[in-house]
C-alpha cells in the first residue's frame, strides 16, 4: 500500500474533508511519528503495536565474497513489535 492509497481511503472514509486535506492529515501524521523516531521515543499506537528505536553497537562482520573481516559501525534501528490485537486479526483469531 502506498501514501496516495492511503490518502485514497481516508478520504473515502472521512468524505467532509477535500483529497489535499486528507493529503495533508497523512503527511503531518507521518512527520510526527518521524519526528518522534528520530528524538529516540517510543510510538505506541493502541492496536496496532509499538515502534522502538535500538542503538546497536560497533561489530565485526564478514564480507561474503572473500571472508575479509570488516567492522559494522554502530548505528540506530527501527524495530515493530505488533499488538496482541493486531497479531489476533493477521490470523483470523477473535
Known amino acids: 500500500m502506498t501514501k496516495a492509497e492511503i490518502v485514497e481511503l481516508v478520504y473515502d472514509k472521512l468524505g467532509s474533508f477535500s483529497k489535499k486535506e486528507c493529503a495533508g492529515l497523512v503527511d503531518l501524521t507521518l512527520e510526527i511519528v518521524k519526528e518522534t523516531l528520530e528524538a529516540g521515543e517510543?510510538?505506541?499506537?493502541?492496536?496496532?503495536?509499538?515502534?522502538?528505536?535500538?542503538?546497536?553497537?560497533?561489530?565485526?562482520?564478514?564480507?561474503?565474497?572473500?571472508?575479509?573481516?570488516?567492522?559494522?559501525?554502530?548505528?540506530?534501528?527501527?524495530?515493530?513489535?505488533?499488538?496482541?490485537?493486531?497479531?489476533?486479526a493477521l490470523n483470523g483469531e477473535e
Do not use: M
Request: aromatic letters at 6%.
Open 42 to 88: 517510543t510510538v505506541k499506537i493502541s492496536g496496532f503495536g509499538n515502534f522502538v528505536v535500538r542503538k546497536k553497537r560497533d561489530r565485526v562482520g564478514r564480507n561474503p565474497q572473500n571472508g575479509e573481516e570488516i567492522l559494522i559501525r554502530a548505528r540506530r534501528v527501527l524495530t515493530f513489535k505488533p499488538s496482541q490485537v493486531l497479531k489476533h
